[in-house]
């Protein structure tokens, strides 16, 4: 039993990708700048392609250490968990654009930063619904549609500026 609490509280400590997620202040937002800066590294190291089979894998990953954290500290949405940040953050990365020039590429991150957090902290439409389902999956899920929302509004801006996406390298 005693392995068994241990091994808990390391994927405890996982999903709160700690110690970030125990910050008094906006771990969430922090949690998702860490995010975008991790995830477009290896967005530019693995290329599209791979970096949308990471992104699968992490979103997998990301709830078995949610539903870890659930069944050692026994709370429904704990705002510690902060790995459900970074997938939804790695989700809206999906729309920045690919370019060389750094100017148009900070703008870039910086607008998917920006919509990732307005769509998470607002939960507009069916985010919220999404947030009240049971367990990792309404932990994670509710991101992840807060990443997608900030993808297609991206997506939208920028193509109507006639930016390409990185995603339509793919």
């Known amino acids: 039993m005693i392995n068994n609490i241990r091994f808990l509280i390391f994927l405890s400590k996982l999903a709160e990708v700690y110690p970030i997620g125990r910050f008094k202040y906006a771990p969430g937002t922090l949690a998702s700048l860490i995010g975008l800066?991790?995830?477009?590294y290896i967005l530019i190291m693995l290329k599209i392609k791979f970096f949308l089979l990471f992104v699968f894998i992490f979103v997998i990953i990301g709830y078995l250490l949610c539903e870890a954290h659930i069944k050692?500290?026994?709370?429904?949405?704990?705002?510690e968990v902060v790995v459900d940040e970074f997938a939804g953050q790695f989700v809206a990365l999906l729309g920045i654009i690919d370019t060389s020039d750094i100017s148009y590429n900070l703008t870039s991150l910086l607008l998917s930063f920006l919509?990732?957090?307005?769509?998470?902290?607002?939960?507009?439409?069916?985010i919220k619904k999404l947030e009240k389902l049971p367990g990792g999956f309404g932990i994670m899920i509710d991101d992840l549609v807060a990443g997608l929302c900030a993808f297609l509004t991206q997506a939208a801006i920028l193509t109507s500026i006639s930016q390409p996406l990185i995603l339509k390298t793919l």
Do not use: N
């Open 115 to 126: 919509l990732f957090r307005f769509f998470d902290i607002t939960k507009i439409g069916p």
């Open 72 to 79: 050692l500290h026994k709370k429904k949405d704990p705002k």
């Open 37 to 40: 800066v991790f995830g477009y």
